[in-house]
Structures are given as structure tokens and as C-alpha cells.
T-cell receptor, first 114, second 112 residues
Framework: ETGVTQTPRHLVMGMTNKKSLKCEQH?????MYWYKQSAKKPLELMFV???????ENNSVPSRFSPECPNSSHLFLHLHTLQPEDSALYLC?????????????FGPGTRLTVL | QKEVEQDPGPLSVPEGAIVSLNCTYS??????FMWYRQYSRKGPELLMY????GNKEDGRFTAQVDKSSKYISLFIRDSQPSDSATYLC????????????FGSGTQLTVLP
């Protein structure tokens, strides 16, 4: 596997379910990100994990819980979601340090909440 | 007002046309400007990157930044059906290496 991989690619869940999204990067990067992409809206940064910091978007509801056990793996734990949480969830990674910060994206998980 | 404004389209052009995609922004602290291309059912991929004002050319693609007007553009020459995708502009303010702010994306279709 190369680049950034995400599983599952598609997920349908009820509002009472608990599920997790997984991301893995094979690029040797040390920063990872979760984004939410909804139709006709800008990508919304949800969480950033790096050696230096963890950054959270304060507007992200607590029903989304990130976990980053090491620099190659990132999870997004989901519980008691709402239908408006249906979207494409994208994971990205980048090298540390400032400047260009080119982020490499995975293919995303298409989430539908019934 | 959104920090970054981008016309969502959709935009349809004939093959061979010159395409102009644009974003405006309000935060004068933005220093790094990027264009991402996103094909259907894929994640975004970095297409062009520019720092501060000026032009940058890469093959059929030219990225232009006008900081005085807070306006960036991406030009595609001799457009091809394979250019059909959603194009996202993104920006980073100085002093923040990780916080990309994206536009909402413009959906482009190049008709054969």
C-alpha cells in the first residue's frame, strides 16, 4: 500500500450505533488530519495530530472522538451521530515543520447516518 | 462573510478551451496559496502551490496570486476531458503551518 489509505470506503449507520473510521499513511509523515467534506461546502478541518500538537476545531461535536496511537495511524470514533453528520470524511497527512505543508489526502469514507 | 469565496459552478467548457477558476479571500495574513484537484470518489491532490504574489506555470496550468486584490486564479490552457474534476483553492496564513482554509470548490466539466 502506498500513500494514505482509509477504511471503510462506505459506511451506513444508525443514530445509536458506534463505529470507527481508520486512516493509515505510508509516507513517513508526522502530522495527520481529519476533514469533513459536505456538498457545496468547504473542507472543514476537524482535528490535527502532530508531534508538536493536537489541534481541535472547537465547533466539532463531542460525538466525534479522534485517536492517534502513532504517527502512521489515525482513527475517528463515532457515536450517536445525527443525519446532518452524513458527509465524506477525509484523512490527510503531511511532513512536520512550516512552509509548504503539502497535505496528501486519502480517498475518504462516505458516511451515511440514517 | 466566508474567509475564502469560490464560485461552485458547475462550469462546462468545450475541449481545448481556456479555463479560468478564481477565489477571493478576506484574511490578509494568508501567505501560501494552493490549488487542489479532486476527481469523483477520490481525495483532493495538490496541483499547484504558490507563495505570495505572482505567477507560477506548470505545463498547461498557471496559478496567479494578487495579494493587493486578495484574489487568486488558476488557468488551464488547452483543456482536456481528463481535467474534469472539482478544483479547490486553499490558503495558509503566515505563522500557521497546518491550518489550511479551503474554498468550497468549483466543479469543472470539459466536453469532448
Amino acid at each position: 500500500e502506498t500513500g494514505v489509505t482509509q477504511t471503510p470506503r462506505h459506511l451506513v449507520m444508525g443514530m445509536t450505533n458506534k463505529k470507527s473510521l481508520k486512516c493509515e499513511q505510508h509516507l513517513g509523515h508526522n502530522a495527520m488530519y481529519w476533514y469533513k467534506q459536505s456538498a457545496k461546502k468547504p473542507l472543514e478541518l476537524m482535528f490535527v495530530y502532530s508531534l508538536e500538537e493536537r489541534v481541535e476545531n472547537n465547533s466539532v461535536p463531542s460525538r466525534f472522538s479522534p485517536e492517534c496511537p502513532n504517527s502512521s495511524h489515525l482513527f475517528l470514533h463515532l457515536h450517536t451521530l445525527q443525519p446532518e453528520d452524513s458527509a465524506l470524511y477525509l484523512c490527510a497527512s503531511s511532513r512536520g515543520g512550516g512552509g509548504k505543508n503539502e497535505q496528501f489526502f486519502g480517498p475518504g469514507t462516505r458516511l451515511t447516518v440514517l | 462573510q466566508k474567509e475564502v469565496e469560490q464560485d461552485p459552478g458547475p462550469l462546462s467548457v468545450p475541449e481545448g478551451a481556456i479555463v479560468s477558476l478564481n477565489c477571493t479571500y478576506s484574511n490578509s495574513a494568508f501567505q501560501y496559496f494552493m490549488w487542489y484537484r479532486q476527481y469523483s470518489r477520490k481525495g483532493p491532490e495538490l496541483l499547484m502551490y504558490t507563495y505570495s504574489s505572482g505567477n507560477k506555470e506548470d505545463g498547461r496550468f498557471t496559478a496567479q496570486v494578487d495579494k493587493s486584490s486578495k484574489y487568486i486564479s488558476l488557468f488551464i490552457r488547452d483543456s482536456q476531458p481528463s481535467d474534469s474534476a472539482t478544483y479547490l483553492c486553499a490558503m495558509i496564513p503566515s505563522g500557521s503551518a497546518r491550518q489550511l482554509t479551503f474554498g468550497s470548490g468549483t466543479q469543472l466539466t470539459v466536453l469532448p
